[in-house]
């Protein structure tokens, strides 16, 4: 199992509920996905521009399937256009 968490800060001009309207299409389209056991959206309890996708995956190749999808091509550029900065941590369980 391979878990991601991608991190983002965003813009301070964006329109965080155009932000979140877009991030969720991705989230519904992402858990309909063999291979996705789970893909959580979370907003920063202490930072409400800070935005993370808590993501868990039976293994790699359904994560490279996830990132090679219509839904990922098609939404995720437009979420990190609104975003100043990510980070995309991938973990293994050990």
Do not use: F, Q
């Amino acid at each position: 199992m391979l878990r991601v968490v991608a991190k983002g800060k965003l813009k301070s001009d964006v329109n965080k509920e155009e932000y979140l309207k877009i991030a969720r299409r991705l989230v519904a389209e992402t858990n309909k996905e063999a291979g996705c056991i789970a893909y959580i959206l979370h907003e920063d309890i202490n930072d409400p521009t800070i935005v993370t996708m808590i993501e868990e995956w039976v293994d790699e190749e359904a994560l490279n399937k996830h990132n090679a999808s219509e839904h990922v091509r098609n939404l995720v550029p437009g979420l990190r256009e609104m975003r100043e900065s990510t980070e995309i941590n991938l973990y293994r369980e050990v």
